[in-house]
Structure formats: C-alpha cells, structure tokens
C-alpha cells in the first residue's frame, strides 16, 4: 500500500493545471517532446522541463531517448487509468447544466478514441458489449477473464490469447482483460493486455484511423463491416 506521503506527491503533481494538460495530451499513447508539452499546456519550454522532470521522478512518465531528442510518456496503463478516473470524477462534479453532458464534448472523442492503448468511447462500450454477450469474455466490476470459447474466437479474428500472455513476460503485473469504467458512456470498456491487443489488431488491419490532432478514431467502412459480421459488433 502506497504511504501517504507518496499518495499527496502523486495527487499533487496530476493535481497542478499545466501538469494536468500535459498528461492528458499523452493519454493517447504518443511519446511526446518538451517542446510539444509547452505548446499543449501553454508554458514557457523551461516551465514546461520542470513539470516533466518532477513527473518523470514521480515515476508518471517515463522517457525514450532516439537520437538528440527525448520524448516523454505515460509510464504504464496504471497512470492512464488514474487519469480516465480522474476525470470521470471531475466531470461528475462540474456545476449543474440544463442539459446534462458527461465525458468529452467533441462528438468524435465521444464516439471512439484511444484510452492510452485501449479502445474507449461508444467504439469501445460496444466491442466489450459484444464480446461479453458472446460468451467471450466476462467482466465483474473491477476484473474480467476470458473464456475457453473466448480464446478460439479471438484466435479466429487474429488474436493469439497464448501468444499475449507470453509475450507478456514474468514480471509484468498487467492483467489480461480487466473492464475500465468509460468517462463519457459510464459503462465499462476493455482495458488490460486483451484491451490493447484488439486496438493494436484494428488499426493494424485498417479497421480504424486516428483522427489528426486528436485522440479520437474513425471506423473505416472495412472496420464497420467487420466489427458488425464477425465481432457483431453494432455501431450507429
């Protein structure tokens, strides 16, 4: 269990506005410059070094070296998960609205976009709805599992179940399918090992594009085709 000394660290750092803007704009996977972090959260490069310096300390971020530049990410699913919950929460507190709106505005980030390395958004909702009533997966409330008909199904479309978990190594603590509560349908969709296998798989086979300058995906024509006759998959 984490000190409580760690915990205020943690919840100070994600707590700081900029900070806050900078790990959003990596909640898509991207590694990402100093420069590129300055620009998104509107601070001075310096500014913007500090905040990455204490975060990558913090153990939040982790950094690639490739050639003179290093570029800054989300040091593993469990920080992109504090993040979605952080701000479902948010969203749950803002003021009162005539008309109630949860999650992101932007129609296109509420109809499918990657959550870190996951597929999230109405997309996302409904891959994990079609999945569960096809008797391939199973989710509780905070776990999930695949089962035996699960694993020949997924094999069937392109995803090795057995190949995962090995690749997967020892001293991985990544669980293989586990449902992530969605910011804006408030429902779960996939996350864990199997969460990141299918978006991989989609954007792989040109089911899905990303959108540019956005985290949100569009499902190509083969994509809807697909996801309905062999996920079934239902889209609007």
């Known amino acids: 269990m984490a000190s409580h000394a760690k915990f205020a660290e943690i919840a100070a750092l994600a707590g700081d506005p900029s900070r806050a803007v ?51 990410r989300l040091a593993s699913p469990v920080v992109a998960q504090m993040m979605e919950s952080i701000m479902l929460v948010a969203s749950d507190l ?13 129609k296109s980030l509420r109809a499918g976009r990657t959550c870190y390395d996951h597929l999230a958004g109405r997309l996302g909702v409904a891959l994990a709805d079609a999945l569960v009533m096809g008797g391939h997966v199973e989710l509780a409330d905070d776990a999930g599992l695949v089962t035996n ?8 479309i392109g995803v090795d179940i ?18 992530c509560l969605d910011w804006s349908e408030r429902r779960p969709h996939l996350a864990g090992v199997l969460g990141a296998a299918l978006c991989t798989h ?7 594009r990303h959108i540019d300058g ?3 995906v569009m499902v190509t024509p083969k994509g809807r085709r697909i996801y309905r006759e062999q996920l079934g998959v239902q889209l609007e």
């Open 22 to 72: 900078m790990l959003h704009a990596l909640m898509d996977g991207r590694a990402l410059t100093a420069s590129e972090m300055a620009r998104a959260a509107s601070i001075a490069p310096q500014t913007a070094s500090d905040h990455l310096a204490r975060m990558v300390a913090a153990g939040l971020l982790s950094v690639v070296k490739q050639g003179r530049h290093r570029y800054h």
């Open 94 to 106: 803002e003021p009162a609205q005539p008309k109630l709106t949860v999650g992101p505005r932007d």
């Open 149 to 156: 008909t699960g694993v020949a199904f997924l094999g069937g």
């Open 162 to 179: 057995d190949a995962l978990m090995a690749r997967r190594g020892k001293r991985s603590k990544r669980v293989l399918c586990r449902p």
């Open 202 to 208: 989609s954007f792989k086979n040109g089911w899905i």
């Open 214 to 216: 956005t985290r949100a």
